[in-house]
């Protein structure tokens, strides 16, 4: 079974903090995702790599940045959290299906700024 | 850009009746693919079910079905006998395709089954 997991389900950290939350697949895959699942908005994707190195933003990465040293880890920073981001993280790997993308997901972590 | 529309942000059903969720979708691509995700409370999000758009028969998986309208744009699950299992968060998604690596998601339906 493809396997994606994140650092922490639920974190609290102030205002004004670096938080770098971390997302590992043991699958091999190539692409990786980061994304933000509001109440009433769905999931939002905030940036995603498809290979080392290699990263794309995605429809909402302002206040945000990734990095990707090795295949298999995806970690999304936010340089000084704000109360505006406080939210749900999903992240997600995808392997080529031969015609299409399937991604996987892993647990999310909640993340709340005060 | 692709956009996903859910227009049911909360529905319930008993249990072992049936209930569909609505899912429309706007694409100028004739070939695609569409997904409805199950994300159950505190749990980690799972492909329930695949429609690829040139093929007219709707995608079934168990329980699970879908009306795959392509000139409508419309994509609803259907989940048949409903079982407690089925309470979760219901995403339907596009994808478009070749050289795309995203997923554009709807905003979701909370589905409630009822004992």
């Known amino acids: 079974d493809v396997k994606v997991t994140q650092s922490s389900r639920y974190l609290v950290k102030r205002t004004g903090e670096k938080v770098f939350l971390e997302c590992v697949q043991d699958?091999?895959?190539?692409?990786m995702f980061w994304y933000r699942q509001d109440p009433g908005l769905g999931l939002r994707l905030i940036y995603f790599?498809?290979?080392?190195?290699?990263?794309e933003k995605g429809d909402i990465p302002e206040g945000y940045s990734v990095s990707r040293e090795k295949k298999e880890r995806f970690s999304l920073i936010l340089e000084s959290a704000s109360t505006n981001q406080t939210s749900m993280y999903l992240c997600?790997?995808?392997?080529?299906?031969?015609?299409?993308?399937?991604?996987?997901f892993g647990p999310g972590t909640r993340l709340t700024v005060l | 850009a692709q956009t996903v529309t859910q227009s049911q942000p909360e529905m319930s059903v008993q249990e072992a009746e049936t209930v569909t969720l609505s899912c429309t979708y706007d694409?100028?691509?004739?070939?695609?693919?569409l997904f409805w995700y199950k994300q159950p409370p505190s749990r980690q999000m799972i492909l329930v079910i695949r429609q690829e758009a040139y093929k007219q028969q709707n995608a079934t998986e168990n329980r699970f079905s879908v009306n795959f309208q392509k000139a409508a744009k419309s994509f609803s699950l259907k989940i048949s006998d409903s079982q407690l299992g089925d309470t979760a968060m219901y995403f339907c998604a596009h994808y478009s395709g070749a050289g795309s690596y995203q997923l554009t998601f709807g905003k979701g339906t909370k589905l409630s089954v009822i004992p």
């Open positions: 694409t100028s691509e004739n070939n695609y693919y």
């Open positions: 699958m091999d895959h190539e692409n």
């Open positions: 997600a790997s995808s392997v080529y299906m031969g015609s299409y993308n399937e991604q996987f």
């Open positions: 790599s498809y290979d080392v190195k290699m990263k």
